[in-house]
């Protein structure tokens, strides 16, 4: 081993052969200090990144009523579920008529009323996006779909309920539409919108249907 000068290091006394190690190791160890803190202050940033990685859930806000997208949206949704996916659906406004069971007119003042007559009285009652034919296009899809062996809109409804998806009605849009809780099917949750943007804001996959 030589020094800087060129000389044999080994060929020194052993005392200041000692103290010129010691000072090297100190010279290094003095040098590498702050590439370890930032190599540890590295493994920390990656650690958090990894923590708030997307979740393995898919988000869907259901705002249409007809029957096709709803149609598109819950095939999607039960298809992610059996895969093992989270899966959850927030119905709002027009998509609310998806989880109907029933209208109801007893106890609602007479906008509520109007309000409800317009409306689609369950899932089994919506026109398509196109194609509707003053009402002949659900019927041709609905008769399509049978020989098919394509499930129904209110048959895939059951799967998603069957399946764990979670079903969420937009409490607003309830009060807005004049429907009442004792209108939508029993396997519905009440919620916000937070409830949604909550949902959303971890999932890897959000859809607008």
Request: proline share 3%; charged share 25%.
């Amino acid at each position: 081993m030589t020094d800087a000068a060129g000389e044999d290091v080994s060929a020194l006394d052993p005392s200041l052969r000692r103290l010129i190690e010691g000072l090297v190791e100190k010279s290094v160890a003095d040098r590498l200090q702050p590439i370890q803190e930032q190599m540890a202050t590295l493994r920390t940033r990656v650690e958090s990144v990894e923590s708030a990685t997307l979740a393995d859930r898919v988000s869907i806000l259901v705002f249409s009523g007809e029957m096709d997208k709803l149609l598109a949206a819950f095939i999607v949704a039960t298809g992610a579920a059996a895969m093992g996916t989270r899966v959850s659906m927030f119905f709002a406004f027009w998509g609310l008529a998806a989880i109907k069971k029933r209208r109801m007119f007893k106890g609602k003042p007479i906008t509520e009323k109007m309000m409800a007559a317009m409306l689609p009285r369950s899932s089994r009652r919506l026109a398509t996006s196109r194609m509707n034919m003053l009402g002949i296009g659900p019927v041709f899809f609905k008769r399509v779909m049978r020989k098919k062996n394509v499930q129904s809109l209110p048959e895939f409804v059951e799967l998603a309920r069957e399946l764990g998806v979670r079903l969420v009605a937009c409490r607003l849009s309830m009060e807005v539409m004049g429907i009442r809780e004792a209108e939508l099917l029993e396997a519905v949750e009440y919620g916000n919108v937070a409830v949604y943007l909550e949902d959303a804001r971890d999932s890897r996959v959000t859809l607008f249907v």
